[in-house]
């Protein structure tokens, strides 16, 4: 039998992609981001760091990152229901060379 249309590459990239991540808090998280925070919020930070729950933040500007610092105990519960398990305690938002990269 032959498909009349290409198939989408989308989800053998998805099973690469779950089978090459690291086995890390930060990962899960990074895989968790846009849908725990939301489009908006992704868009402005991103997860670019962990150490001992605590992930830091890459904010796109310091308001972003004030914004996020007030917004934390939300966003850490958010992130948290999106990994089915208290692992994130904490965040800290950097602005700066380090979110840039």
Same mark, same amino acid.
């Given at each position: 039998?032959?498909? @009349? =249309?290409?198939?989408?590459?989308?989800?053998?990239?998805?099973?690469?992609?779950?089978?090459?991540?690291?086995?890390?808090?930060? !990962?899960?998280?990074?895989? +968790? /981001?846009? =849908?725990?925070?939301? &489009?908006? #919020?992704?868009?402005?930070?991103?997860?670019?760091?962990?150490? &001992? %729950?605590?992930?830091?933040? +890459?904010? !796109? =500007? !310091?308001? /972003?990152?004030? &914004?996020?610092?007030?917004?934390?105990?939300?966003?850490?519960?958010? #992130?948290?229901?999106?990994? %089915?398990?208290?692992?994130?305690? %904490?965040?800290?938002?950097?602005?700066?060379? @380090? +979110?840039? =990269?």
């Amino acid at each position: 039998m032959r498909r @009349r =249309s290409p198939r989408t590459l989308a989800p053998a990239l998805g099973d690469l992609r779950d089978r090459i991540a690291p086995r890390t808090l930060l !990962a899960e998280v990074q895989g +968790a /981001w846009p =849908s725990a925070v939301g &489009e908006a #919020i992704a868009r402005e930070a991103r997860p670019v760091g962990e150490r &001992e %729950g605590v992930v830091e933040l +890459a904010c !796109a =500007s !310091a308001v /972003w990152a004030q &914004e996020l610092d007030l917004m934390a105990l939300d966003l850490v519960a958010r #992130i948290n229901i999106a990994l %089915g398990r208290d692992a994130v305690r %904490g965040l800290r938002c950097v602005v700066g060379a @380090r +979110a840039r =990269s």
